[in-house]
């Protein structure tokens, strides 16, 4: 099966609803870091990928019993169409299609990583093609803004979801003028003594009318907007700021910030690094947390961002470990501190076997490195006693604290003070 144009999609959403009853299924699948690769290799290259990804898309679909079509849309987005599909078949056929994605790309020039998001929508009575079109499209926004899976079903909230998107993206940039977005601390805790260690800064914006608006919305309107690297800028200046207020304790607390793949650009560490020299917060209480899925895009590159950082004594964390690739190779040659073990390998430890060995053997990993082990999502004591057991360094969770607004934080050190 070849990719064909627009307009072929086009032409089989307006004819969609006499094949309704076929039970068909809507993939939109997009590329979340295509303005990344166009802005550290050039259009040519983010043309390249773009080829190789249709290319691929059509080899599966090929594959695929009841595809039939695969269209290019404009942008960074194709469209894949079956029938006769259900909903655990169609997970399963995202779940392979993003892993064949997920594959390096250009191998010839240099190993590149993208990152895909696959948005599903199944066929309903009576349902237009644009209809089915806009579903697939929010569950899309939705697998943009939310960790974890790289796929998501629509849902009929789904619909609502994507005038929230657009009102949001209308309204970020005059929220960052007006310093309207806004800073939560996870408070971090000595694992064998409970002691508070630190805290990781969480981006919140609260809107007049949507309510609270977390750090994984922020940034997937911000990517949209193109207004990820004023956020993220405006984020760690606010951050350190707050974190100079923090009250004495007798071992000064830790600053944990978060990083994207999309903001290890080359000037990236220089200027954060300038940040913490103009504002006097020093360089050794500050962690930058990265994912596995953002430094593999481009190794080298990370690489020098973080020598540059850890040459400032800036410590650095591979965060929601177990959830990427998880490569020995990059995890023993990159200069890392800690590794943050994702909250989903932790709510099961205390009643899953499986799970238990898995997290044993991810905190030996670290140990035999010299890293130090960050647990998140803790929410119960059970799971607090396996990982004083196991010997984790460190947590973070509901189980001591929610996040905490920085007038917050700072009543709560005082009072563990």
């Known amino acids: 099966m070849k990719i064909s144009p627009a307009r072929d999609a086009q032409l089989w959403l307006s004819a969609f609803e006499a094949t309704a009853s076929r039970g068909a299924a809507l993939f939109l699948v997009g590329i979340r870091d295509l303005k990344q690769v166009n802005d550290l290799h050039g259009r040519d290259v983010g043309n390249a990928v773009i080829a190789e990804i249709g290319q691929k898309i059509a080899q599966y679909a090929s594959a695929t019993q009841g595809a039939i079509l695969a269209a290019r849309l404009p942008g960074r987005e194709f469209l894949l169409i079956t029938e006769r599909m259900n909903a655990p078949d169609a997970e399963q056929l995202a779940r392979k299609l993003v892993a064949r994605l997920g594959e390096p790309v250009l191998q010839g020039n240099g190993d590149l990583h993208i990152s895909p998001r696959i948005g599903i929508a199944l066929a309903t009575a009576r349902q237009t093609g644009a209809s089915l079109l806009s579903a697939a499209s929010a569950a899309l926004a939705s697998a943009y803004s939310h960790k974890g899976r790289k796929y998501r079903f629509a849902e009929s909230h789904e619909a609502i979801d994507k005038v929230k998107h657009t009102r949001l993206d209308k309204e970020l940039r005059n929220a960052l003028a007006n310093s309207e977005i806004g800073i939560f601390f996870q408070p971090q805790f000595e694992v064998a003594t409970g002691r508070l260690v630190g805290a990781e800064a969480l981006a919140r914006w609260h809107h007049p009318e ?208």
């Open 210 to 417: 949507l309510g609270e608006i977390g750090a994984d919305e922020l940034f997937s309107a911000a990517d949209r907007c193109d207004l990820r690297e004023e956020l993220s800028y405006a984020i760690q200046r606010q951050a350190v700021s707050h974190a100079l207020d923090w009250p004495n304790m007798v071992q000064p607390l830790r600053l944990s910030i978060n990083l994207g793949a999309e903001e290890l650009a080359d000037d990236h560490a220089e200027r954060l690094l300038t940040i913490l020299n103009e504002s006097g917060f020093p360089c050794e209480r500050l962690t930058v947390e990265l994912t596995e899925e953002s430094i593999v895009r481009d190794f080298d590159l990370a690489m020098a961002q973080l020598q540059m950082l850890r040459s400032k004594n800036v410590s650095v964390a591979i965060d929601d470990f177990g959830t990427g690739y998880s490569s020995l190779a990059y995890l023993k040659s990159l200069p890392v501190d800690y590794l943050k073990i994702d909250k989903g390998m932790i709510a099961e430890i205390s009643g899953n076997p499986r799970d238990l060995i898995v997290l044993r053997a991810v905190i030996a990993l670290g140990k035999a490195l010299d890293l130090k082990i960050i647990a998140e999502g803790v929410e119960k004591n059970s799971e607090l006693e396996i990982l004083r057991a196991e010997g984790c360094d460190f947590f973070q969770g509901f189980l001591q604290s929610k996040p905490l607004s920085a007038s917050e934080f700072a009543k709560f050190i005082a009072k563990q003070s």
